[in-house]
Each structure stands twice: as structure tokens, then as C-alpha cells.
């Protein structure tokens, strides 16, 4: 796997992009949004989890007809996709690519930019 892209006839070397300061910036950026989205998802996952395990009165009490705690909370795992899904992507779209457009633009436009500029 080669770590250059022809493009134009230059050459970008990935590893020169990746040592810039924008790129980590932009890295930080992506982890900072989506590590703890992740994690608070997983919270919600394993307590639904859990309380399935070790509640099930809990999870079996009736809220009303045939409709449960249990019910209800394995449903919230759905919206909660969804929900965390169009977050992101607004996010995405508002942040975090118009960054990364703007990095990639700056390296296609200069293939050898070594980020040395700053």
C-alpha cells in the first residue's frame, strides 16, 4: 500500500498530511464528538441490558394494555439510533466536513505542503 496519491501530477504523501496541525485538529475534532457519543450510547445499551437481566419486574411492569418498561426501552434503542444518527450527521455537516473539504482542498492544491507553514 503506497502512502502518496498521484493527483495532477504531484504527489501528496499521506504521512506529511497527517503530521500537519490541521489534520490533528481535525482528528481531535471527530473524537471529541463521537468517543463520548459512543459511550453514552453504550451506557443506554447496557443498562437496557442490564435491567432486562437482573430488574425484570421492572422491565415486565405494565404501563398500559400489553405495552411494558421493557417494551418501551427496547424501542428507545431504535430513536435512540436514530436520534445519535441525525445528530451526527448534522454535526457532520456543520463542522466537521467543511474542515476536512477545506484541509483536502489546501493539500491537493499544494502537493508538496509538508506542514512545516505554521
Known amino acids: 500500500m503506497s502512502t502518496t496519491d498521484h493527483h495532477d501530477g504531484g504527489t501528496t504523501s499521506y504521512v506529511a498530511v497527517q503530521a500537519t496541525p490541521e489534520f490533528a485538529h481535525l482528528r481531535r475534532t471527530f473524537?471529541?464528538?463521537v468517543f463520548p457519543m459512543t459511550a453514552l450510547?453504550?451506557?443506554w445499551y447496557f443498562l437496557y441490558v442490564?435491567?432486562?437481566t437482573y430488574a425484570p419486574d421492572f422491565m415486565s411492569h405494565k404501563?398500559?394494555?400489553n405495552i411494558t418498561t421493557g417494551l418501551v426501552f427496547g424501542l428507545g434503542q431504535f430513536v435512540s439510533t436514530f436520534v445519535i444518527t441525525m445528530?451526527?450527521?448534522s454535526w457532520a455537516d456543520r463542522k466537521f466536513d467543511p474542515a476536512a473539504a477545506e484541509l483536502a482542498e489546501r493539500v491537493l492544491a499544494h502537493p508538496d505542503?509538508?506542514?512545516g507553514d505554521r
Do not use: E, Q, T
Request: charged residues 15%; glycine residues 12%.
Open 113 to 115: 505542503h509538508d506542514g
Open 41 to 43: 450510547f453504550l451506557v
Open 87 to 89: 445528530v451526527y450527521r
Open 63 to 65: 404501563l398500559f394494555g
Open 31 to 33: 473524537r471529541n464528538f
Open 50 to 52: 442490564l435491567l432486562s
